[in-house]
């Protein structure tokens, strides 16, 4: 079993910036892709981004592409999400998650998952 575990999260003013977290324990990362999903109340939770267990290929949703990036360090056993130029819209509950799957944009992919932050952008 792998646990992941998101850092705090917080609250924000529009364009402003916040860094995510995600260490995971029990199991090594390095032969899982990891993404970033979020949820807005009422929302289906979306894919925001992820990354390949390499760290070679990396991919966006299109409402956060040039804005946030997302990187691993192996050996740290982490995953981060680095969030700029932050909007109202990215307010959601942040979820980490790590899968072994092909498609990895599609959160059916994913077999592991953090408990989730939330993130609050003010206008």
């Known amino acids: 079993q792998m646990q992941l575990a998101e850092s705090a999260g917080g609250l924000v003013q529009t364009g402003g910036s916040l860094r995510l977290s995600c260490a995971a324990s029990g199991r090594n990362i390095n032969s899982y892709a990891m993404g970033w999903f979020r949820q807005a109340p009422g929302t289906e939770r979306e894919f925001v981004a992820a990354?390949?267990?390499?760290?070679?290929?990396?991919y966006y949703a299109d409402s956060v592409k040039g804005r946030f990036t997302i990187s691993r360090d192996n050996t740290r056993n982490t995953v981060w999400l680095q969030m700029n130029s932050l909007k109202p819209e990215d307010t959601a509950v942040y979820y980490c998650a790590a899968g072994a799957g092909v498609h990895i944009r599609n959160i059916n992919e994913y077999r592991y998952w953090g408990q989730g932050t939330q993130v609050t952008v003010s206008s």
């Open positions: 990354i390949t267990w390499s760290g070679g290929s990396t």
